[in-house]
């Protein structure tokens, strides 16, 4: 049966045959010669790989990714760059030029407006009522003949709310053979209630479901978003999407994105965010320039204040950007900030608490980054500040050792690792430690105000003392034998490795003398006593070079 909706679209795009190329008439084999694109018979750079070629219209491995993350048929799916794209290709398909209109329900999403305009079609507008739901009345009154597309935002950006799927339903019925129902659930992933529309897919003809990895997969850079919808449509998505549109490094960056680990990663970062949002919000209630903070879905918040322009401002004064919302409809004074980062929340907070921001110098954080053929490594420090401290290497004793030596240090430290763990640990471990070396190297600058310093810690038998000296030289002395060959899952002989590497990565003179009977003890009191060591070391003391050569 042929959907209903496809008579709604131009006819004129119906009609149109598909441009196809050469190779898409044939069916693939291994080993073809391609002749048939003028593309460049060599790579573009030493170790490029499949650059010379155009991708595939929609590349294979992309869609067969895709399909899995959101259980949907590639015969239901179109990927776009970003969910954006998808706006943009449907508003075209279905509406012809100063005839036909679209309706938004505002305060929402700027780029169905912005894209109807593009392409001279009419925004007609239902806004929400007073709580933020979908006015079906109002939307029914505002449609006519030349309606094409209704546009539903959930959760809605800015308000931050669900739709109610009854609501968006309902919707599909009243229009089923008029207008396209679009539902934007880009935050969707950040729903504790919700999982959206695309088990409704299947049976509702006039629905598309946009998903996007922008916002919950941490890839706004990357520009990957779907439209979901029955094959009628998106096989006239297709037809319109420009060529080749998804570049061959997207799709390799997303192929990384989405492996099993990451994305249970990314589901557990994800988390973590949300507790950051609930933490924010216990601290706005505390705020007296704040009215009203509206219930969230997503990874942002909308909250009323007394007058969001000098709030802007001042933010702006301290370097933060925030987004008012006082150009919507109902929204005068609202202003949507988005979930950062700790420290970075806890600077906006004080700023609207209207506290002295500290004076003191500036944090010092330093992220680095390093991907090989072997390890993968993101490390981030703060000197200035005791959390967060989050290790993650693969290696369950080493992530405690690297812990024990940030919280011994006082300072944070977010460390992930993705190694060749399946080959050895070596990697790993080496990596982790040259990484962890540069990163607070970059983070003490020009080391004005710090000292040298050691320490010693007891653990029961054993005793480990460390001395040392961020001379901006490179010396390891390590004296210790580990009885055992594994403490944990961390193989002993590489933890004068791990010390060598560090000590050689921070330019520092590292002293390192451990005796004992228990190996675990051993190791640990070596961490701990690092960390305490460092802690001193990189501590401001005033405004001195701690050397009489002015240089460190
Ligand atoms: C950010 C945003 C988008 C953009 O998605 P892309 O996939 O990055 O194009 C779409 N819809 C809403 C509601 C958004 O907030």
Do not use: W
């Amino acid at each position: 049966m042929i959907n209903p909706i496809l008579k709604r679209a131009r006819p004129d795009i119906v009609e149109m045959e598909s441009y196809s190329s050469a190779r898409s008439l044939y069916k693939k084999q291994a080993n073809m010669i391609f002749l048939d694109a003028n593309e460049c018979a060599f790579e573009p750079y030493i170790g490029a790989e499949n650059l010379s070629r155009y991708p595939d219209q929609q590349p294979d491995q992309l869609t067969d990714v895709l399909c899995k993350l959101y259980d949907v048929s590639s015969r239901n799916m179109a990927i776009a760059r970003g969910a954006d794209e998808a706006i943009d290709c449907l508003i075209r398909i279905f509406c012809t030029p100063y005839q036909d209109n679209v309706i938004i329900c505002p305060p929402t999403f700027a780029m169905y407006e912005h894209s109807a305009k593009i392409q001279g079609a009419e925004v007609k507008t239902a806004p929400l009522t007073n709580n933020f739901a979908l006015d079906i009345n109002r939307i029914k009154k505002e449609s006519n003949q030349n309606t094409k597309l209704i546009f539903i935002c959930s959760p809605n950006n800015p308000t931050g709310n669900l739709m109610s799927v009854d609501d968006i339903l309902q919707l599909c019925t009243a229009f089923d053979d008029t207008a396209l129902i679009v539902v934007d659930e880009t935050y969707i992933e950040y729903s504790e209630k919700s999982t959206g529309l695309l088990p409704n897919i299947e049976n509702t003809p006039n629905l598309v479901v946009l998903r996007t990895l922008s916002k919950s997969y941490a890839a706004a850079g990357v520009r990957c978003g779907v439209a979901i919808a029955q094959k009628d449509i998106i096989a006239l998505i297709l037809k319109i999407l420009p060529p080749y549109p998804i570049p061959q490094p997207v799709v390799e960056t997303v192929m990384k994105i989405l492996t099993s680990n990451n994305l249970q990663r990314l589901t557990e970062k994800r988390a973590a965010l949300l507790d950051q949002k609930q933490r924010s919000i216990t601290e706005l209630k505390t705020i007296d320039i704040v009215k009203t903070i509206y219930p969230s879905d997503t990874n942002y918040i909308l909250i009323n204040v007394k007058n969001s322009k000098t709030l802007i401002e001042k933010c702006i004064n301290n370097n933060i950007i925030i987004r008012d919302q006082s150009h919507q409809p109902t929204l005068n004074n609202c202003i949507r900030i988005s979930i950062g980062k700790k420290e970075e929340m806890d600077k906006l907070l004080s700023i609207m608490h209207n506290e002295e921001l500290p004076t003191l110098p500036k944090q010092r954080i330093v992220t680095v980054n390093r991907s090989t053929n072997e390890t993968a490594i993101s490390v981030c420090v703060n000197l200035d500040a005791q959390s967060p401290v989050v290790v993650n290497t693969g290696i369950g004793f080493y992530n405690h050792m690297l812990e024990q030596v940030a919280k011994h240090g006082g300072f944070s430290l977010e460390l992930e690792c993705k190694g060749d763990l399946e080959i050895d640990p070596h990697h790993t471990i080496e990596d982790c430690a040259i990484l962890l070396g540069q990163a607070i190297k970059e983070a003490l600058g020009d080391k004005r105000g710090i000292g040298r310093y050691g320490f010693t810690v007891p653990m029961d038998e054993a005793l480990a003392q460390v001395v040392i000296d961020l001379s901006g030289r490179f010396y390891l002395k390590f004296s210790g034998d580990f009885p055992e060959n594994m403490v944990g899952d961390l193989p002993t002989d590489m933890i004068e490795h791990v010390f060598y590497s560090f000590a050689e990565n921070l330019k520092a003179t590292l002293h390192i003398n451990v005796e004992g009977k228990n190996t675990h003890h051993m190791v640990e009191s070596c961490f701990k006593a690092l960390g305490r060591a460092l802690r001193q070391a990189i501590q401001y003391k005033g405004d001195d070079l701690p050397s009489t050569k002015g240089i460190l």
